[in-house]
Nanobody, 120 residues
Framework: QVQLVESGGGLVQPGGSLRLSCAASGTIFSIDAMGWYRQAPGKQRELVAVVTSGGRTNYADWVKGRFTISRDNAKNTVYLQMNSLKPEDTAVYYC??????????????WGQGTQVTVSS
């Protein structure tokens, strides 16, 4: 099996920064895309950012340069640096990874989520 463990969430004041991390472990041959999604109360889960194994990135339009996604392939870890945080960024942030196993099947996995709260 594959596990995704997230860390780095918490409470931060508006304008502050947080860095989320997500490490994948288990039966992994390689990982294709890794990404971050978020879900605010009463809203649907939405894409924040995604990065391919080759380093190509894609961001939600509303990120507008505030967030940066990166990954360390050797550590099977993806990061999300969040700057200039706003109260509307408050949500549970979920890590996602598309894992290729040794039989070459591809399966998406989700982390358990980490709470980010932006409030004064």
């Amino acid at each position: 099996q594959v596990q995704l463990v997230e860390s780095g969430g918490g409470l931060v004041q508006p304008g502050g920064s947080l860095r989320l991390s997500c490490a994948a472990s288990g039966t992994i041959f390689s990982i294709d895309a890794m990404g971050w999604y978020r879900q605010a109360p009463g809203k649907q889960r939405e894409l924040v950012a995604v990065v391919t194994s080759g380093g190509r990135t894609n961001y939600a339009d509303w990120v507008k340069g505030r967030f940066t996604i990166s990954r360390d392939n050797a550590k099977n870890t993806v990061y999300l640096q969040m700057n200039s945080l706003k109260p509307e960024d408050t949500a549970v942030y979920y890590c996602n990874a598309v894992v290729r196993k040794f039989d070459f099947t591809r399966t998406p996995y989700w982390g358990q989520g980490t709470q980010v709260t932006v409030s004064s």
